[in-house]
Nanobody, 131 residues
Framework: QVQLVESGGGLVQAGGSLRLSCAAS???????????VGWFRQAPGKEREFVGR???????????DYADSLKGRFTMSRDNAKNAAYLEMNSLKPEDTGVYYC??????????????????WGQGIQVTVSS
């Protein structure tokens, strides 16, 4: 059973940075690279929002797609040897406050920005940006 665990959240001032990690377990050795990893967030009182997705394109190539509103501030990366994915968030704003989730699936389609597209989810981690 694939399990995802986020870490690295917390409280940060506006303009600051945070790096979230997503650790995967229960994955067959050396297959994490084939998993697409997505990040979502949910602000208080709002619906869950797509942040970005890293999709395997074969070999060591990945497509990385972001929500248009977050391009330039958020960067996704991954370390397949560690079964881990990361979300680097810079120039944070109070409106970035919310619970952040990582999610995964084994499809190779880039166009998967809905929560229902993913098979596995982390428990979420709180990010709070103070003004």
């Amino acid at each position: 059973q694939v399990q995802l665990v986020e870490s690295g959240g917390g409280l940060v001032q506006a303009g600051g940075s945070l790096r979230l990690s997503c650790a995967a377990s229960g994955i067959t050795f050396n297959t994490f690279r084939e998993y697409a990893v997505g990040w979502f967030r949910q602000a208080p009182g709002k619906e869950r929002e797509f942040v970005g997705r890293s999709t395997w394109a074969g070999s060591n190539v990945y497509y990385v797609d972001y929500a248009d509103s977050l391009k330039g501030r958020f960067t996704m990366s991954r370390d397949n040897a560690k079964n881990a994915a990361y979300l680097e968030m810079n120039s944070l704003k109070p409106e970035d406050t919310g619970v952040y989730y990582c999610a995964a699936d084994r499809t190779h389609s880039r166009a998967r920005s809905r929560g229902d597209d993913y098979d596995y989810w982390g428990q979420g981690i709180q990010v709070t940006v103070s003004s």
